[in-house]
């Protein structure tokens, strides 16, 4: 009688059984192929949205050079030889990238693009605000100069769009640089329906 129950015993101490851990594996890999789709859209959704950010950060940072050495700062964006797009604070006004100037590098997918295929940026314009036009900055050669106060020169409302230049379905930002220094980020899908980021 002893070794029967002792024999019990030993069944039910034994853990988990092979079935058991077959049935978790097969659920853990259903969730995953499941999930994973909708983790990469948003995963690439925020690389986008980071990528507009640190295109309004580097304005911002001209923007407090200039206000801070009390002169006219602009910040430019070139595309060198490597194909990455480089937006640059040229501290020195020489047209160049020196070493010690602030820089962000595009070099993914994700990069500032050309007003032509952005969808909706008549509805873009009139979102920012009523009779506004939207002076479009080049992606490629592009300049924005602020003066000592920290105001926009010459005095006027700018854009820069950035898209994911693999997969155009993710949509679009805009980062809109007013008159007064302000800056907004819009954010749009495909079809073109801006709305304000921050």
């Given at each position: 009688?002893?070794?029967?129950?002792?024999?019990?015993?030993?069944?039910?101490?034994?853990?988990?059984?092979?079935?058991?851990?077959?049935?978790?594996?097969?659920?853990?890999?259903?969730?995953?192929?499941?999930?994973?789709?909708?983790?990469?859209?948003?995963?690439?959704?925020?690389?986008?949205?980071?990528?507009?950010?640190?295109?309004?950060?580097?304005?911002?940072?001209?923007?407090?050079?200039?206000?801070?050495?009390?002169?006219?700062?602009?910040?430019?964006?070139?595309?060198?030889?490597?194909?990455?797009?480089?937006?640059?604070?040229?501290?020195?006004?020489?047209?160049?990238?020196?070493?010690?100037?602030?820089?962000?590098?595009?070099?993914?997918?994700?990069?500032?693009?050309?007003?032509?295929?952005?969808?909706?940026?008549?509805?873009?314009?009139?979102?920012?605000?009523?009779?506004?036009?939207?002076?479009?900055?080049?992606?490629?050669?592009?300049?924005?100069?602020?003066?000592?106060?920290?105001?926009?020169?010459?005095?006027?409302?700018?854009?820069?769009?950035?898209?994911?230049?693999?997969?155009?379905?993710?949509?679009?930002?805009?980062?809109?640089?007013?008159?007064?220094?302000?800056?907004q980020v819009w954010t749009a899908d495909s079809s073109g329906n801006?709305?304000?980021?921050?």
């Amino acid at each position: 009688m002893s070794t029967k129950k002792s024999l019990n015993r030993r069944k039910c101490e034994r853990g988990v059984g092979m079935v058991e851990l077959m049935i978790v594996v097969v659920i853990v890999l259903i969730t995953t192929v499941i999930a994973l789709p909708n983790f990469l859209q948003v995963y690439r959704s925020s690389q986008l949205s980071s990528g507009a950010t640190q295109m309004a950060d580097i304005l911002k940072q001209t923007r407090f050079e200039a206000i801070r050495r009390n002169t006219s700062i602009t910040c430019r964006t070139t595309v060198p030889a490597s194909g990455a797009t480089q937006i640059y604070v040229d501290s020195n006004g020489n047209s160049q990238w020196d070493q010690g100037e602030t820089i962000t590098i595009f070099s993914g997918s994700v990069k500032p693009v050309a007003a032509g295929g952005v969808p909706g940026t008549t509805s873009l314009a009139s979102a920012v605000g009523s009779g506004i036009t939207l002076t479009t900055v080049s992606p490629t050669a592009g300049t924005y100069t602020f003066d000592a106060r920290g105001a926009v020169s010459p005095a006027a409302v700018y854009v820069m769009y950035v898209a994911n230049t693999q997969i155009v379905s993710l949509g679009y930002r805009a980062v809109v640089l007013l008159p007064s220094g302000s800056i907004q980020v819009w954010t749009a899908d495909s079809s073109g329906n801006w709305h304000l980021l921050e």
